[in-house]
């Protein structure tokens, strides 16, 4: 089960963006310019050599972190779009697999 996170955003976790013209974009945090900003990256539109720099307070990171990419970043200070796009992926999937549990309509239509 993926959970929200509010603590400080650690390398390999995962985000989504809250807002601006990105919003809803799954997103890797690769990289901390401050205790306000970070660097993330997707691995497709916004890839490890051009990241994004993104206020914390926009962002709605989740409990899932990923190895490879902590790993990646750790050892050798970089981290291959392949490896980004498979940690978004993932955290996809999740986010899928808990919407499919905890939905219940009651009879009632949503429309997000």
Do not use: W
């Not at 990105?22 to 310019?33: E, L, R, T």
């Not at 050798?76 to 905890?102: I, M, P, S």
């Amino acid at each position: 089960m993926l959970k929200k996170s509010d603590s400080t955003p650690v390398l390999g976790q995962a985000a989504f963006i809250r807002n601006g013209r990105d919003a809803g974009q799954a997103v890797i945090i690769i990289d901390h310019m401050d205790d306000r900003f970070v660097l993330v990256a997707d691995g497709h539109k916004c890839k490890f050599d051009s990241p994004k720099k993104k206020n914390i307070h926009h962002l709605e990171l989740y409990g899932y972190v990923s190895p490879e990419v902590q790993r990646s970043i750790q050892q050798t200070g970089q981290v291959t779009n392949g490896k980004l796009r498979h940690a978004v992926a993932k955290v996809l999937e999740k986010v899928l697999e808990d919407g499919k549990k905890g939905v219940e309509f009651h009879g009632e239509r949503r429309c997000n």
